[in-house]
């Protein structure tokens, strides 16, 4: 119901110089407002322009809740992964499975990886990603964009690979950030034995087998479901 709102207000004004009126400014504006993409380019109008020129203030209101509410959970993910470790991830490898924002794709709008991983690199954590389509170029560009750390903070404490394998071994805790159905086919022993213990798997896609990883001894965190 509020997009429906919002639209009806749209076209009426869409070639007005006003605030709020070119969809473009109005992500400048948010842009410069938040310091960060972090919100689709529609959800940016309609927060911003829902208050600055198209009167929709309840609308607005709601989605900027939404908005608010996204990047807590993302920030929650992260402190459980860094609470369940003893409350430090200082000095530990964090291996993260998938960056894009939704698997089949290397879209990296929105992805909850970029901000699960600035909040643990706030906390001097090292990570190891590895995703099938996302370039390690994207990933570095995604957190020095953030502009949270120098560029070769970044890169000391973030490492790509191309070998899922390769990014859990020795690994503290692995974390599934992107639904990838690959994800689902590993061997997951093999990567049990290779990780530190106990080996922990932070599922934020909820679409591992966690009674499986539970019988190979992971300790397991599903999103809504708590540790096992």
Not at 27 to 46: A, L, W
Not at 111 to 120: E, G, P, Q, T
Not at 126 to 141: G, H, L, M, N, R
Not at 180 to 196: A, G, L, P, R, V
Request: charged residues 25%.
């Amino acid at each position: 119901m509020g997009i429906v709102n919002f639209c009806e207000n749209e076209w009426s004004i869409a070639d007005s110089d006003k605030p709020g009126a070119n969809p473009m400014d109005v992500i400048d504006n948010i842009k410069q407002i938040q310091g960060v993409k972090s919100v689709h380019d529609k959800v940016i109008v309609i927060v911003h322009g829902g208050h600055e020129y198209y009167n929709l203030h309840q609308v607005a209101d709601y989605w900027e809740q939404v908005i608010i509410m996204n990047d807590h959970q993302k920030e929650r993910f992260a402190d459980k992964i860094i609470k369940t470790l003893y409350n430090t991830v200082n000095g530990k490898n964090i291996a993260f499975l998938g960056w894009a924002f939704k698997k089949d794709t290397n879209d990296t709008r929105e992805s909850a990886a970029i901000y699960v991983a600035d909040h643990l690199l706030e906390e001097e954590a090292f990570i190891t990603v590895y995703d099938p389509k996302v370039s390690a170029e994207q990933i570095y560009a995604d957190l020095d964009y953030l502009g949270t750390r120098s560029p070769e903070e970044n890169r000391r404490l973030v490492k790509v690979v191309t070998d899922p394998y390769v990014a859990c071994q020795e690994a503290h805790a692995v974390a599934v950030l992107t639904e990838w159905d690959e994800f689902k086919t590993y061997n997951w022993q093999k990567i049990y034995d290779s990780m530190y213990k106990p080996a922990f798997v932070f599922d934020g896609r909820n679409i591992l087998n966690h009674q499986e990883l539970r019988n190979k001894q992971f300790e397991v965190y599903m999103v809504g479901k708590g540790l096992n």
